[in-house]
């Protein structure tokens, strides 16, 4: 047993079990996090309860089981339930999701199992998903044009007006986003340039003439446009559809603010399938709404790859002309040593100092100091002076330098000193050598660093929130305005979603999914930009074998 002990094998054993059930644990929290996340997508079955209260009195809830627990029966009576006649230990209770919120004072509610009087999954029974106020759930009862019913299968003439309809919405964003988006952009770029023609003393009669001559142009063109985007508002009011509530009440909808509509109960295994593939689908490809419990993520999805992306930009080279100075040029004395050991205790340093940092260094001072050169005509409103992605992008490269310092020295450290002196001696110079054959060698370990550095710069959130990310950004960082990248605008992130959704929301129970599903879509973000990275990393690594033979 000793000399098994002095082999080193049950180290080796127990090193391996530990590495399996870290994997285990790793795949677990994952498999948990997209089920919960992913199943929130799947059409749930609409049920109808005919609900009794303690007095006697009937009434019916419409809505789908969002979840349910046992409850002491002991817990309840303790609340002021009588609970006659029942002789159980625990009582089941469901937590319902209702909708029809402008009607219905709860979008949730609980539902003890004794006062269920009956309950049923009725065929017909719709889902009406809506721009705001959520879902609507109910019976459909007709489809009206200009308020006058229209003849036909009803649900026939309902999905083929909401496909109209859609067409108009796309035809309106397009139109806000893109000319009307434009004309606004152009019309602000004047004002700024007669401000800083007064600001600058020369703002002529001239010039003066010439601006406003454009800028009438503009608002007409904008009120053209205008009265395009109303009439195409008013074609998409024409049609209604017309629901029977849980409440036995005809409620008429206007199809303009209806997104989607959906019979649960009628569908079967594949068109339940390919419903949840369209639901993914608009969840990913879709703008958020209701205080971001409701529509999809596509603006944050944008905003951290594009802060991501950017901010390997800055920290790659920065990185790599820190580690090349200090192992190819510094000396080998008590500075170098003194500067390596603050740059390792600089990875230890807690992320939201590095915001309060960015926050003060770059937002305030920087930011500030290129506003008043740059943009004194823009004053009192910032422009670079106010949280933004560039600074964000800033603060989280010098949050993850450290990482792509060490890995970059590690990797140079690795290659033979004859290497160098080989280059040296056939003729090339120290820059030379570097570039051709240093760099090319210790492009695997660079790219080990900015794999790393993605990985935590992505998940990122409290620096974050300081100098850049906000809860909702009206506009994408790029658009079709000149400079197309306007990197001074605040963004979403899906961090922030997160920790918005899950702590921030007015509606605890409606979020909840989504706080699954945006936690899968940060993981899945994450790993696709690290098996990028990785992938030219491998390339590298293959590509510069032969000069490690």
Do not use: C
Request: aromatic share 8%.
């Amino acid at each position: 047993m000793s000399k098994w002990f002095k082999s080193g094998t049950p180290w080796i054993w127990m090193t391996g079990g530990a590495v399996s059930l870290s994997l285990v644990a790793v795949l677990g929290l994952l498999l948990m996090i997209g089920w919960r996340g992913l199943t929130y997508f799947w059409p749930h079955t609409i049920y109808e309860w005919q609900l009794s209260t303690p007095e006697g009195e009937r009434y019916t809830v419409i809505g789908e089981i969002h979840d349910r627990e046992a409850v002491p029966v002991a817990q309840l009576r303790g609340a002021g339930l009588a609970l006659e006649g029942v002789t159980e230990d625990t009582l089941t209770r469901y937590l319902v999701k209702t909708g029809n919120r402008e009607f219905v004072p709860l979008d949730f509610r609980w539902i003890l199992e004794t006062n269920i009087v009956s309950r049923s999954e009725p065929v017909n029974m719709a889902v009406i998903e809506r721009s705001h106020n959520g879902n609507f759930y109910g019976y459909v009862e007709r489809v009206q044009e200009n308020d006058s019913a229209v003849s036909g299968d009803v649900r026939e003439q309902l999905l083929a007006r909401i496909e109209r309809v859609d067409e108009l919405n796309e035809r309106m964003e397009d139109l806000q986003k893109g000319e009307i988006g434009s004309i606004n952009h152009q019309l602000e770029r004047l004002r700024l340039k007669q401000r800083k023609l007064d600001l600058d003393g020369e703002l002529t009669d001239e010039a003066l003439a010439a601006i406003q001559a454009e800028e009438e142009q503009l608002r007409a063109d904008y009120k053209v446009l205008e009265k395009e985007l109303f009439a195409l508002r008013d074609e998409a009011r024409r049609d209604s559809v017309v629901v029977r509530d849980m409440r036995g009440q005809e409620v008429t909808i206007s199809l303009g603010e209806v997104l989607d509509v959906a019979w649960p109960n009628n569908m079967n295994l594949l068109a339940q399938t390919g419903h949840w593939f369209g639901e993914i689908g608009k969840f990913v490809s879709g703008d958020p709404r209701e205080a971001n419990t409701e529509g999809g993520v596509f603006p944050a999805i944008f905003g951290t790859v594009f802060m991501v992306i950017l901010m390997a930009i800055i920290v790659t080279p920065l990185g790599v002309v820190a580690a090349i100075y200090l192992h190819e040029y510094a000396g080998k004395n008590s500075l170098t040593k003194i500067i390596r050991i603050a740059v390792i205790n600089l990875a230890g340093v807690p992320s939201i100092v590095y915001g309060v940092f960015g926050l003060g260094f770059f937002v305030y001072m920087l930011g500030g100091s290129l506003d008043r050169l740059f943009y004194p005509e823009a004053l009192p409103s910032p422009t670079f002076g106010s949280p933004g992605v560039l600074w964000s992008a800033l603060t989280l490269a010098i949050l993850t330098l450290p990482v792509v310092i060490v890995s970059t020295e590690e990797g140079l450290s690795r290659i033979p000193s004859s290497v160098r002196q080989g280059s040296l001696a056939l003729g090339a110079t120290k820059a030379e050598t570097l570039w051709r054959i240093i760099i090319p060698m210790a492009s695997p370990a660079i790219m080990t660093g900015l794999i790393l550095a993605i990985a935590r710069a992505a998940g990122e959130v409290a620096p974050l929130m300081l100098v850049g990310v906000v809860k909702l950004a009206p506009n994408l960082p790029v658009d079709g305005n000149f400079p197309y990248l306007h990197l001074d605008r605040k963004f979403m992130h899906l961090g922030f979603h997160i920790y918005d959704v899950g702590f921030q929301s007015p509606n605890v129970e409606a979020a909840r999914p989504l706080v699954y599903a945006t936690s899968f879509l940060l993981v899945t973000v994450i790993v696709g930009l690290n098996l990028t990275a990785i992938g030219i990393r491998n390339h590298l690594r293959e590509k510069f074998r032969s000069l490690d033979q």
